[in-house]
Structure formats: structure tokens, C-alpha cells
């Protein structure tokens, strides 16, 4: 069982700082390369996906987030406004609003949608202390945030693709989710006073669910205050439970900020707004992937992919002639070292080890060793690269055939 804190420290990918502050960690340069690929491996799909990448700023005037709904719904959970030239300015817990006002920087024709709009982008809880911990819960946070908006006859075509997304990502990552969750309103003051929203979204969603074929519960009390929403849950290697991806449906926002499209009859309608995260916050995901694989990353993932490990120092100048042939992230781990054994035993959450001693070097190849334990006859170097690239660009969990 591992402790994402205490490991993620040791191997060297984050850490933090009372100087900077509790639930404010910083990324490690190893640490700094797991996010930044897991964060292009994100982007592309939604490329590919049709979503269009945007930048909005990590705070807005409070009048944005009175407009949408966050300051009186959401208000314990932000940061203080902070007073600017006579308006108040408050970092942001959504990305949302910000999409919203994207959306209706011009006029829209239905022939449009769905407009799938789709950013990194950072937002600002305000956690309290007591709850912090790690990569897990933080108070400044990296969110893989999207926004389709689209016809009322498009709504759940689009929510079933953004969870057909998910189960994507989490396949090419090896995350299983424990189950997915319909998460309905329950008691209380924190949702929006719109009851045909909690009559459309819920039976909207029920049908996605069902047409994806994946179980699910409905638990009251879960939901966003503008709507109902799916969570998929994963559980760390502690057993504790946590949303990591969401898809929701949200009648409330479109209608507060006036949005339309214009119809086929011509005339204005409203659109309605999907909101999904594939891997939710960078920190969770990273958080759960250190405690998953206990550093031992999937090698598309792993902060050095290929270790060369030359026997002697007559073996460097071959060592550095691989680094000149990939794209592959090589660490060249020389004898100045230790001996081999010691520097295998230092590589060993390495994907792959190349060794290079005196009849490799001559004949070009290297002798690979598969972090599974594998030992695999030595092979042309350019040949080695050659597959180790190809399962590297397949995303592949798999190390070899």
C-alpha cells in the first residue's frame, strides 16, 4: 500500500513548503513531467474529440460568479474578493463561467453546435486546513475542464461521448473506477431554486448511463448546485473513495447568461451546457497514479523511459549516441555510479534499462532489461528505440509482445 505524500516526495515529484503555504505544492522536474505528458495526452484526445482549447484568466469580478450562481451557492468555498480600483476580484472555483462568456462572444447558428470548448485551466478552492493533504486536496488546482454546448436533441449523444472519453483515459492509464455514481440533490439550501432543471437533467443522464452500460447508483446530496451530474469514483490505495471525473448537464448557467443560438426557424433558443472532466484535477490524478503503480509509471508516463547503463567508461560514446537518436526521455546512469548491479537496482521503476558493454558497443546493439524482469537478447540499438517508441506512442500498458 502506498502513500502518495511519502512517495511522491522520495522519488522526487513534488513537495511543499510552509513558506509557500499549506495545500500549495510545488512540481518536482521529474514530477513536472508526469503532469505536463498526462496534460498533453488530455489535450490531444479532446483534439481529436473535436474540442477547441481556450485560455481564461484564474479570476474574474465577483459580479461574474453572482451571475452564474457560485457566490451565493458556493460562496464558503472561494476565497475572499480582493478589492481592485473599486471592484471587487475573486480568484475563481470553476472554470464555467468563464466558458459561458466565451461562448457568447459572437453569435451562434445551430449549424455550429455542438461547440465543444475545452481548457486546462487553473481555479482556487478555499480548503481548510484540516482537510489538506497532498496532491489530493489542494487549494490552488490545475483542472482538465470542458464545456459543450449544444441543442436540447444533442445533450445526450454529447454527455455519452464525454464518458466514452473517460473510460479512454482511464484504459490507456490503468485506472479502474470503483463505481459510477448519479449524483442527485438532497436536502437543503445549496441548489438552485429551478425545478424543471431537476426534472430534465436527472432522466437525461439516467439514459446516458444506460446506453453507456455501465452500473451505477444514485446518491442523494451529491449533486453540482446547478444540476445533477455523474461521478465516476476511484479509491487510492487506502480504500478511500473520491470523484475523479464528472459529466453534467446544466439548464441553469445557459439561462443566466442569455445564451442562444439561432434555430433553423431563425429564431432564438437556448443551448444547453455539458460540463465533463476526463481526469478531473491534475493533482488527483497524479495523486492516485503515484499510489497505483507505486512510481512504476506506464512507460508513455514515466519521467525517464530508458536508462543506459554503460558497463565501463569505454561505453559513454555509444551511451550518448542513443540520446542522439530518440525522443525517448533517456537518462545515461555511467559507472561513476556504483557497480551494474547497483545501478539497476537504482532503475529499477524504469521502464526500460539498456546495458551497453564491449560487444554491444562494437556491434551497435544493447542488451534491454524489462522492469517486469524480462532480459531480452541483445538487438540492433536503433531497433531497440524503434519498438520501445512504438509502444510508448500507443500508450500502451504493456512493456513488450
Not at 46 to 54: K, M, P, T
Request: proline share 7%; aromatic share 8%.
Amino acid at each position: 500500500m502506498y502513500d502518495h505524500r511519502k512517495l511522491g516526495r522520495e522519488l522526487g515529484l513534488f513537495d511543499t513548503d510552509p513558506l509557500i503555504g499549506a495545500g500549495l505544492p510545488y512540481w518536482l522536474p521529474a514530477g513536472a513531467i508526469v503532469r505536463h505528458t498526462l496534460e498533453e495526452y488530455v489535450r490531444a484526445i479532446e483534439r481529436r474529440a473535436g474540442y477547441q482549447h481556450v485560455y481564461s484568466p484564474v479570476m474574474g469580478k465577483r459580479e461574474l460568479y453572482e451571475l452564474s450562481g457560485h457566490w451565493a451557492h458556493y460562496r464558503d468555498d472561494m476565497f475572499p474578493p480582493m478589492d481592485l480600483g473599486g471592484e471587487q476580484v475573486v480568484l475563481r472555483p470553476s472554470l464555467c463561467p468563464h466558458h459561458a462568456v466565451i461562448y457568447r462572444t459572437h453569435a451562434h447558428s445551430y449549424r455550429e453546435l455542438p461547440l465543444r470548448i475545452a481548457e486546462l485551466g487553473g481555479m482556487h478552492r478555499a480548503e481548510l486546513s484540516g482537510v489538506l493533504g497532498g496532491l489530493t486536496r489542494v487549494r490552488a488546482i490545475q483542472l482538465n475542464d470542458a464545456h459543450v454546448f449544444c441543442t436540447p436533441e444533442q445533450v445526450a449523444d454529447e454527455a455519452a461521448a464525454a464518458l466514452g472519453l473517460i473510460r479512454q483515459a482511464y484504459a490507456a492509464l490503468g485506472i479502474r473506477p470503483v463505481r459510477y455514481r448519479l449524483s442527485l440533490p438532497g436536502p437543503g439550501g445549496k441548489y438552485v431554486d429551478e425545478p424543471e432543471v431537476w426534472r430534465q437533467a436527472p432522466a437525461l443522464l439516467v439514459d446516458v448511463l444506460e446506453r453507456s452500460g455501465v452500473p451505477y447508483e444514485a446518491v442523494d446530496g451529491e449533486a453540482a448546485f446547478y444540476g445533477p451530474k455523474i461521478d465516476v469514483q476511484i479509491a487510492g490505495s487506502a480504500g478511500r473513495e473520491a470523484t475523479l471525473s464528472t459529466v453534467q448537464v446544466d439548464f441553469y448557467q445557459p439561462k443566466q447568461f442569455d445564451l442562444h443560438y439561432i434555430g433553423p426557424d431563425g429564431a432564438k433558443h437556448r443551448p444547453v451546457m455539458v460540463h465533463r472532466s476526463i481526469i478531473g484535477s491534475v493533482e488527483r490524478a497524479v495523486a492516485h497514479l503515484i499510489e497505483l503503480y507505486g512510481g512504476a509509471f506506464p512507460a508513455w508516463l514515466a519521467p525517464t523511459q530508458l536508462a543506459v547503463l554503460p558497463i565501463s567508461d569505454a561505453e559513454l560514446p555509444h551511451a550518448d549516441a542513443l540520446l542522439k537518436g530518440t525522443e525517448l526521455r533517456v537518462e545515461i546512469i555511467g559507472p561513476e555510479r556504483g557497480s551494474l548491479g547497483a545501478r539497476v537496482r537504482d532503475t529499477r521503476l524504469v521502464p526500460y534499462v539498456a546495458v551497453i558493454g564491449a560487444r554491444e558497443a562494437a556491434d551497435d546493439h544493447v542488451a534491454l532489461r524489462l522492469r517486469d524482469g524480462r532480459r531480452l537478447d541483445p538487438m540492433p540499438a536503433a531497433e531497440a528505440l524503434r519498438r520501445i517508441g512504438t509502444f510508448v506512442d500507443m500508450h500502451s500498458l504493456a512493456l513488450w509482445d
